[in-house]
């Protein structure tokens, strides 16, 4: 694992920007592997003005999110779906059809999981996946526990998460308990991984995901065995 550490929020976009518009220019048809979240947020806005002003294109890319809350439905305004339209799609030129979100209102989720990680081998595998990391070491909605899911599945949220999360919603019974997640098999398979974390609250996951040992009661540690990611931190979240 690669660690870049970073002087502040606005370093850490800048730098993931920077990884993420490389892989795009190298190959313009990658298939790009999205996360949800406050973190990430910095990055697409200066994706989308690079690529307003004609430094990168989108439009041959496909991408694949990492999850939804479920059940919702995508129009919701809490939905992951709208989240990435109004934080990013709506803002470049990549053609919405190409997007996915998983489907939070899928009658047979089982099997709307098993299709979209098909979907995901289909289109060749995730050529760059963008990360974000919980409190709890959570990535994606993989939760801290004795066992993790390998492939995309539905999965109850935390207390730790539905606390974190009730800051997006008017209270926190609104926030919903379950979601669609992509597992950490599935996100293991990503050519290319940059995980983009800051501030203090971040510190206990991203200590334990530096040192030299893996716990599924820190899911984040797995990517330890995956020999292209990179952490990209300010020094709060990697100091402490
Ligand atoms: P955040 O969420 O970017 O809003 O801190 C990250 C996560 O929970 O994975």
Known sequence: MRV?????????SAEAARIFAAQVYLKPDSVLGLATGSTPVGMYRILADMNKRGEISFKDCKSFNLDEYYPLAPDNDQSYRYFMNVNFFDHIDIDKANTRVPDGLA???EAACKAYDE????AGGIDIQVLGIGQNGHIAFNEPDEKLICG????????????????????KEDVPTRAVTMGMASILK???IILLANGKAKH??????????????NPSTLLKVHPNTIIICDREAYEG
């Open 4 to 12: 870049i550490v970073c002087d502040n929020y606005e370093q850490v």
């Open 107 to 109: 009658q047979d989720p």
């Open 119 to 122: 979907a995901i081998d289909a």
């Open 152 to 171: 995309t599945h539905l999965t109850s949220l935390t207390e730790s998460t539905i606390n974190a999360n009730a800051r997006f919603f008017e209270k």
């Open 190 to 192: 990503a050519k290319t």
């Open 204 to 217: 206990r996951a991203i200590a334990e995901l530096l040192d030299d040992t893996i716990t599924t009661s």
